[in-house]
């Protein structure tokens, strides 16, 4: 498995940006898409976005659609996410995930894709 480490979280007024990074410690590995998840206090983790790793090709969840830009570092082995426009809902710990494979029967927003997880990084959005 990959270790990733995430950083870019912080505290960001409603309405404000954020960038987050997610380094992973291979300097080259093979991996189909990267992607990230936010657990808010109390609610499931979620599927925010993820990128396939060779074609760039980007998918969000509906709520960030417009707001969120995901986006990769093929020669870094780094992965980011910027955030613009930040409501208090996005508040959660964003934690970064490889998906290795390709699969047929599953998509990219199914946890069950991804098999190497960072510690997180906490994002409060508060006024």
């Known amino acids: 498995q990959v270790q990733l480490v995430e950083s870019g979280g912080g505290l960001v007024q409603p309405g404000g940006s954020l960038r987050l990074s997610c380094a992973a410690s291979?300097?080259?590995?093979?991996?189909?898409?990267m992607g990230w998840f936010r657990q808010a206090p109390g609610k499931k983790r979620e599927f925010v976005a993820a990128?396939?790793?060779?074609?760039?090709?980007?998918y969000y969840t509906d709520s960030v659609k417009g707001r969120f830009t995901i986006s990769r570092d093929n020669a870094e082995n780094t992965m980011y996410l910027q955030m613009n426009s930040l409501k208090p809902e996005d508040a959660a710990v964003y934690y970064c995930?490889?998906?290795?494979?390709?699969?047929?029967?599953?998509?990219?927003?199914?946890?069950?894709?991804?098999?190497?997880w960072g510690q997180g990084t906490e994002v409060t959005v508060s006024s």
């Open positions: 995930a490889v998906a290795p494979r390709s699969d047929y029967l599953r998509a990219l927003w199914e946890e069950a894709m991804y098999d190497s």
């Open positions: 291979e300097r080259t590995f093979s991996m189909h898409a």
């Open positions: 990128i396939t790793w060779t074609s760039g090709r980007p």
